[in-house]
């Protein structure tokens, strides 16, 4: 009797155990293709007093879309923008164009990334961040 409720307890933690899933990075996914905009949030402030704050809830058509040769194409709203981009260590990405940041690729999946700018960027008399979600 010992053996089989110890057998049944290694076969529950055993089921458990290869049927959770986490959902972390997949090592085999790309930024490469087209991600639809989820959210885009900014955050800025200047000096003492004067927050600048903006989310941005994408639309069914917005996206950005990341091609081999570099380029990144982007459709916000009504903005349209191509702008440059080179993946560099560490799941970061440097894009320039009308955005000219570097932004570390988090939480990157098949399905769905984050891009965030590096810590809080320093401007003058203060401070910002973006942060960017995708899905696909």
Request: glycine share 6%; hydrophobic share 35%; proline share 2%.
């Amino acid at each position: 009797m010992k053996h089989f409720i110890a057998f049944g307890l290694i076969a529950i933690l055993a089921f458990f155990l290869t049927s959770c899933k986490k959902d972390s990075a997949d090592s085999n996914a790309t930024i490469l293709g087209k991600w639809n905009i989820v959210t885009d949030s900014t955050y800025a402030t200047v000096g003492c007093c004067y927050e600048y704050k903006k989310f941005y809830a994408g639309k069914p058509n917005d996206y950005f879309d990341f091609r081999n040769d570099g380029k990144l194409y982007i459709k916000e709203n009504t903005t349209l923008d191509t702008a440059n981009y080179q993946l560099t260590a560490n799941s970061k990405i440097f894009i320039s164009g009308k955005i000219l940041t570097t932004f570390r690729i988090t939480d990157l999946t098949a399905h769905h990334t984050n891009l965030k700018t590096l810590d809080s960027l320093p401007n003058p008399g203060g401070f910002s961040w973006r942060r960017v979600n995708l899905s696909r």
